[in-house]
């Protein structure tokens, strides 16, 4: 069983910067694929981005490309979300995520999940 622990998240002014982590432990990580997923109050959980097992494959949302980056550290098994220029629509719980396919980017791909950090970006 693959477990999630996600980390970084806090309160940010809009334009200012966050870094999120997530540490895996449980099953083989480097064969995973990553992804971060985000829920606003009120919203569906939506897709922010997804890395594929050895990072060859990297996907982002329209609406964070350009601003936010994902990474992964297989030795580490860590996965992490650096977030620029943050504006007050990406306040929300950020998820990290784990996908048995090594390519997985859907939403259904993922089947482990963490427990959410909030991001909080004010005006």
């Known amino acids: 069983q693959v477990q999630l622990v996600e980390s970084g998240g806090g309160l940010v002014q809009a334009g200012g910067s966050l870094g999120l982590s997530c540490a895996a432990s449980?099953?083989?990580?480097?064969?995973?694929?990553m992804g971060w997923f985000r829920q606003a109050p009120g919203k569906e959980r939506e897709f922010v981005a997804a890395?594929?097992?050895?990072?060859?494959?990297?996907y982002y949302a329209d609406s964070v490309k350009g601003r936010f980056t994902i990474s992964r550290d297989n030795p580490k098994n860590t996965v992490y979300l650096q977030m620029n220029n943050l504006k007050p629509e990406d306040t929300a719980i950020y998820y990290c995520?784990?996908?048995?396919?090594?390519?997985?980017?859907?939403?259904?791909?993922?089947?482990?999940w963490g427990q959410g950090t909030q991001v909080t970006v004010s005006s």
């Open positions: 890395i594929s097992w050895r990072a060859d494959v990297i």
């Open positions: 995520a784990a996908s048995t396919s090594a390519y997985g980017s859907e939403y259904g791909d993922f089947g482990f």
């Open positions: 449980g099953g083989t990580f480097s064969t995973y694929a």
